[in-house]
């Protein structure tokens, strides 16, 4: 069964940095690109950050480059979001979220239960 | 960056009822990498279609999608009241993937 679990969601001031973790289980995370998508309190789905499974290719949302950095550990079978320079417009459930296939161009047809980031001073 | 504009926003049914949700790209979407997502409160989205007319594994037949280009369609053949919850489409074919804004379902 593939298992997604976000884990490092936390308050943080204003300016503060977060480094959020995935763990996976159940498939070969080595095959499978990945993604972070975020939802603010009551709003819709934003994409944040996209990186194949090789990390050959990665990308952002305008939202968020140059502050955050997605990154993964397959010997870990783990997915990373580091984010830095957070703004209260940040504070939203963090999902991470497996591709359908390994292909670059692949929806996202696994995700976990999301982690809670709030910026606020 | 594509922009999904999905329409309406809110759609008011009945059980048994035919709901067709809309999603227009602003540009045209590649390759038709279009994906229809589904949410309930509380709870993590649930990939429907992908490649605008594909249903994902598990997915019930009464969920259809079409379109291609700029202008892609889901359709629920009759709702089920598990049916009624909030669709967002979202394309994955440019290196920005994003969302439309939602599509809430709701019971009338």
């Known amino acids: 069964e593939v298992q997604l679990v976000e884990s490092g969601g936390d308050l943080v001031q204003p300016g503060g940095s977060l480094r959020l973790s995935c763990a996976a289980s159940?498939?070969?995370?080595?095959?499978?690109?990945m993604n972070w998508v975020r939802q603010a309190p009551g709003k819709g789905l934003e994409w944040v950050s996209y990186?194949?499974?090789?990390?050959?290719?990665?990308y952002y949302a305008d939202s968020v480059k140059g502050r955050f950095t997605i990154s993964r550990d397959n010997a870990k079978n783990s997915l990373y979001l580091q984010m830095n320079s957070l703004r209260d417009e940040d504070t939203a459930v963090y999902y991470c979220?497996?591709?359908?296939?390994?292909?670059?161009?692949?929806?996202?047809?696994?995700w976990g239960q999301g982690t809670l980031v709030t910026v606020s001073s | 960056e594509i922009v999904l504009t999905q329409s309406p926003g809110t759609l008011s049914l009945s059980p048994g009822e035919r709901a067709t949700l809309s999603c227009r790209a602003s540009?045209?979407?590649?390759?038709?990498?279009l994906a229809w997502y589904q949410q309930k409160l509380g709870q993590a989205p649930r990939l429907l279609i992908y490649?605008?007319?594909t249903r994902a594994t598990g997915i019930p037949d009464r969920f259809s999608g079409s379109g291609s280009g700029t202008d892609f369609t889901l359709t629920i053949s009759r709702l089920e009241p598990e049916d009624f919850a909030v669709y967002y489409c979202?394309?994955?074919?440019?290196?920005?993937?994003?969302f439309g804004q939602g599509t809430k379902l709701e019971i009338k």
């Open positions: 990186i194949s499974s090789s990390s050959s290719t990665i």
């Open positions: 159940g498939f070969t995370f080595s095959s499978y690109s």
């Open positions: 979202q394309q994955y074919g440019s290196s920005t993937r994003t």
């Open positions: 979220a497996r591709g359908v296939s390994g292909s670059v161009t692949t929806p996202s047809g696994y």
């Open positions: 490649g605008a007319s």
């Open positions: 540009q045209s979407v590649s390759s038709s990498y």
